[in-house]
C-alpha cells in the first residue's frame, strides 16, 4: 500500500474511530495518532491499529496531516475549538468529521484558519469489528 501522509490522526476512541484508524495505518508513514477524552479507550484504539497515543487534540494538531475527528455529535463542538486553538501557524493538517448530524460548517473554525475540511458521512454501519468494517470500506 502507498504511504499518503506523513501521520493520520484520530480524534475518538469509538467504533468508528477504530476502524478509521485501522484502515489509515497503512497509509501514514508514521503510526496513526490516537486522542480520546478517556486515556485507556485511546491506548485500546492506538494498539488495535498499531498507532500512539496524543495527549491531548492540540498533539493531533501539531504532528499530523490528516485528522479525521470520530467523536459524538455533541462532542465535536469543543474537539473542533481545541483543534483551531492548538494549529501553529503555517501547519494546514487536512481535518475531516465523520458525524452524522452536522455538515462541513462545524469546521468554520478550522477553515477560518486556511485549514482544508470536509463532512465525510460514512454511508455504513459500523458495529465494532474493526478488521471487517475496513474490508467493507474498501
Known amino acids: 500500500m502507498t504511504v499518503r501522509y506523513h501521520r493520520a490522526g484520530i480524534a475518538g476512541t469509538g467504533r468508528v474511530a477504530r476502524a478509521m484508524a ?10 496513526v495518532l ?8 485511546a491506548r485500546e ?6 498507532g500512539a497515543v496524543a495527549g491531548n487534540c492540540a498533539e493531533l494538531a501539531a504532528r ?3 485528522i479525521v475527528i470520530a467523536v459524538a455529535d455533541d462532542a465535536l463542538v469543543p474537539v473542533v475549538a481545541g483543534l ?5 501557524p503555517g501547519t494546514e493538517p487536512f481535518v ?11 469546521l468554520a473554525p478550522l477553515h477560518e484558519r486556511g485549514v482544508p475540511t470536509a463532512a465525510v458521512h460514512p454511508a455504513m454501519t459500523f458495529t ?11
Open 22 to 31: 485501522l484502515a489509515l495505518a497503512p497509509r501514514s508513514a508514521k503510526p
Open 34 to 41: 490516537v486522542w480520546g477524552r478517556s486515556p485507556d479507550h
Open 45 to 50: 484504539a492506538a494498539a488495535m491499529a498499531g
Open 64 to 66: 499530523c496531516d490528516l
Open 84 to 88: 483551531a486553538d492548538a494549529l501553529v
Open 96 to 106: 475531516c468529521h465523520v458525524g452524522g448530524g452536522s455538515g462541513a460548517a462545524i
Open 128 to 138: 465494532g469489528e474493526a478488521a471487517q468494517e475496513v474490508e467493507r470500506m474498501a
